[in-house]
């Protein structure tokens, strides 16, 4: 049914903007680690 299609259509845009604040964190600490090995090198 159209609700069906609906609800399923809601849980995958959740799944997506859950994965999609894990991918931000995972960069932002990896831009952590960049930094700080940049300044371990110097």
């Keep these: 049914t ?3 299609a609906e609800a399923k259509a809601a849980t995958a845009e959740e ?3 859950s994965v ?3 991918l931000s964190q995972t960069l ?3 831009n952590v680690l960049e930094a700080r090995i940049l300044q ?3």
């Design 15 to 17: 799944r997506e903007r």
């Design 20 to 22: 999609n604040d894990c």
């Design 40 to 42: 371990f090198l110097e």
């Design 2 to 4: 159209l609700q069906e």
């Design 28 to 30: 932002s600490r990896i």
